[in-house]
């Protein structure tokens, strides 16, 4: 869901994860692109597809799709027996209890460059997924540049609970962001916690438009995925937020994503919230170890 600045420190291993559309298909799909000769080759778990820029998981297994759920035996706890090509009993797993450090380093170098997209919503049985539009030239879509390294903006998605933790308390939604670097099929994820307040706005126009069961809509409405971001999130100086270097958050949980997770939140009405909790139905994953190679740090 790599990244180099000549005047920011070049950091490896970087932050947010999380979760994609989980249907396999290979109709009218077509592979991501080589990485190129300077970085090291990584399988690409997903697939885009070429007329709509809708990502697909690639949750096959020898050619055979794979059930999974969020519980019972084809939950998270069984999801690495379910495929041997799946990386679910990695090392570098997520999502993670984060532990706030006490000091901060502003050592990533973070913009976005978000732009209007069509309201495309597809409900996958599995979360709520808005998807971005991606056109022809993706220099004229949505990316954030990290490091100096365009990740264009693919889709963002809901988890109820979040799927991140703080000191070990959920929040009662997380939204992620999922970005592709195209030289290296890499994934940057921003995850944003939702806390209960006033009504959000986003989601009094929105809410009622979610797909209660399986399936698509779309409406000729516009908006700036930014009216989902805490405030200050595009200055460089008042961004606060944790980053680390882990996985996807459902299956094949490929360890390709740089994770940013907010410090601060954003707001929405306990009734909103209560809407998304019986549209979502608890699909988050149990927080993973972090081990000893990796640490949660702070921008």
């Excluded at 954030?144 to 070990?168: D, P």
């Excluded at 954003?266 to 009734?271: D, G, N, T």
Aim: aromatic share 12%; net charge negative.
């Amino acid at each position: 869901m790599k990244m180099c600045n000549p005047f920011i420190k070049t950091l490896t291993g970087i932050l947010s994860a999380a979760f994609l559309t989980l249907v396999f298909s290979c109709n009218n799909k077509e592979e991501l692109p080589a990485p190129s000769a300077s970085e090291p080759a990584v399988q690409a778990p997903y697939l885009i597809d070429d007329l709509t820029g809708e990502v697909t998981l690639r949750t096959d297994c020898d050619g055979d799709d794979i059930h999974w759920e969020y519980e019972g035996p084809e939950g998270p706890d069984h999801w690495p027996m379910l495929c041997d090509g799946w990386a679910c009993d990695g090392k570098k797993q997520s999502p993670v209890n984060i532990i706030p450090p006490l000091h901060r380093q502003l050592s990533k170098s973070l913009k976005f460059y978000w732009k209007n997209t069509a309201t495309s919503i597809v409900n996958n049985g599995h979360t709520i997924q808005y998807n971005i539009d991606q056109p022809i030239n993706p220099n004229d879509g949505s990316y954030i540049s990290l490091n100096g390294q365009k990740y264009y903006l693919l889709q963002f998605h809901f988890h109820a609970k979040s799927e991140h933790t703080v000191n070990g308390e959920h929040y009662p939604v997380e939204i992620h962001f999922v970005h592709r670097n195209p030289l290296d099929g890499k994934l940057a994820v921003v995850g944003v916690f939702v806390e209960e307040g006033d009504a959000n706005p986003f989601f009094n126009n929105i809410l009622e438009t979610w797909p209660h069961e399986e399936g698509n809509y779309t409406v000729s409405n516009t908006y700036n995925p930014n009216v989902l971001m805490p405030a200050g999130y595009n200055n460089f100086l008042d961004a606060h937020f944790w980053w680390y270097n882990g996985s996807l958050t459902t299956p094949p949980c490929s360890e390709i994503v740089n994770w940013m997770v907010w410090s601060s939140n954003i707001e929405a009405s306990h009734e909103q919230i209560e809407e998304m909790e019986s549209i979502l139905h608890e699909n988050y994953r149990p927080t993973l170890p972090l081990g000893g190679s990796r640490l949660v740090k702070a921008q």
